[in-house]
């Protein structure tokens, strides 16, 4: 079966979007999708990340602080209606431990136009290479205590398409899982482990150098380790840059028009 099955059922409310920015946003990752299924491609994956004009991801005055939001509430609905068109949604260990996210749609779906019987996406954790599946971190999670019968632990250099088994999968980060699928190589796209689609919305800030910025390549003069986007399209919404693109080597043999 493809990414989406019968997709106009799927997601019936993709028909009243309107004109704005963030409709179109929504039209081209639906059309992705549908591409992808059509061509009977099992597996979908989304990444999508906010950050400063500097290309900092976080930024906390004191430590144990809450972060700074670094995305508008506009900016923030529409990443709910993105995860509104996958059926699970995962952030790293870190992103778990720090940000305390509960993962689920609670704006951007126009009205109610939910398809018949549509479930929250599942969360997933991707844990670190130390494979960590208890800690006092998760067990005091909102994800833990309110979401725990649907949670799925992944270790980051699993097999992401057989332990999640869903047909899409929508990713938040955070700085070390970005930097893993922007630099997948051929193995990691065997393994599931590579976006097909980067959304990256751009803050009008600077941040400074107390925090580090996002992707965390490896040092070094190879081209290896540079990732490039292609089929690059962008919108403003309102002061905010939002930037879609394909990264390079994913499998594009077929792009929406």
């Not at 699970?88 to 609670?106: E, H, M």
């Not at 796209?189 to 965390?216: E, K, M, Q, W």
């Amino acid at each position: 079966m493809g990414v989406l099955g019968d997709a106009s059922a799927r997601w019936p409310w993709l028909v009243q979007l309107g004109t704005e920015p963030e409709d179109t946003i929504l039209r081209v990752v639906y059309e992705h999708q549908k591409v992808a299924a059509e061509e009977e491609r099992p597996w979908f994956v989304t990444l999508s990340f906010a950050q400063s004009l500097d290309g900092r991801i976080d930024f906390r005055e004191t430590t144990g602080a809450a972060p700074l939001r670094l995305s508008s509430p506009r900016a923030q609905r529409l990443t709910h209606a993105l995860r509104a068109m996958h059926h699970a949604v995962a952030v790293g260990w870190n992103t778990l431990v720090s940000d305390d996210p509960l993962l689920t749609v609670r704006c951007g779906i126009p009205g109610t136009h939910t398809p018949p019987g549509w479930t929250q996406p599942r969360p997933v954790v991707l844990l670190p290479h130390d494979g960590t599946r208890e800690s006092t971190g998760l067990k005091q999670s909102r994800l833990w205590c309110q979401r725990r019968h649907e949670l799925l632990l992944v270790p980051r250099e699993a097999d992401w398409r057989a332990e999640v088994s869903a047909p899409s999968l929508f990713v938040e980060g955070g700085r070390r899982v970005i930097s893993s699928l922007l630099q997948a190589t051929t193995t990691d796209d065997a393994l599931g482990r590579r976006c097909n689609l980067v959304i990256i919305t751009i803050a009008n800030c600077f941040i400074g150098n107390d925090v580090r910025s996002v992707p965390a390549f490896t040092r070094g003069s190879s081209s290896a380790h540079t990732c490039r986007l292609g089929h690059l399209r962008s919108w403003m919404l309102e002061d905010e840059l939002i930037l879609l693109g394909i990264p390079a080597g994913a499998d594009t043999e077929r792009t929406p028009s």
